[in-house]
Nanobody, 127 residues
Framework: QVQLVESGGGLVQAGGSLRLSCAAS????????MGWFRQAPGKEREFVLA??????????ADSDSVKGRFTISRDNAKNTVYLQMNSLKPEDTAVYYC??????????????????WGQGTQVTVSS
């Protein structure tokens, strides 16, 4: 089993920044990649970014919703993944979830690829 704990959410004004962290524990060696998703009220869970532990290859959402504003990074020694969010907009308001995928293949933009999920952290961007 792998446990994921997100932190760093909160309330921020539009244009501000936040950095979310996701600390993994347990059988982390069994995971291949980590991803961030978000879910706004009344909407489906949406892929944001993902990264592979080995090599650090990053995967971005096909849409332009976060491109140029959000970046993902990882610290293998700490088993922690970060989501840096800049130039935040009210439409970024959502619960942000991190997730871990065990398979070295599979579409990291698809939430069904992931085996483990954190509890989520709320991000609220005021206008």
């Amino acid at each position: 089993q792998v446990q994921l704990v997100e932190s760093g959410g909160g309330l921020v004004q539009a244009g501000g920044s936040l950095r979310l962290s996701c600390a993994a524990s347990g059988r982390t060696f069994s995971t291949n990649a980590m991803g961030w998703f978000r879910q706004a009220p009344g909407k489906e869970r949406e892929f944001v970014l993902a990264i592979r532990w080995s090599g650090g290859e990053a995967y971005y959402a096909d849409s332009d919703s976060v491109k140029g504003r959000f970046t993902i990074s990882r610290d293998n020694a700490k088993n922690t993944v970060y989501l840096q969010m800049n130039s935040l907009k009210p439409e970024d308001t959502a619960v942000y979830y991190c997730a871990a995928a065990s398979s070295p293949i599979g579409n990291l933009r698809d939430r069904h690829t992931y085996d483990y999920w954190g509890q989520g952290t709320q991000v609220t961007v005021s206008s």
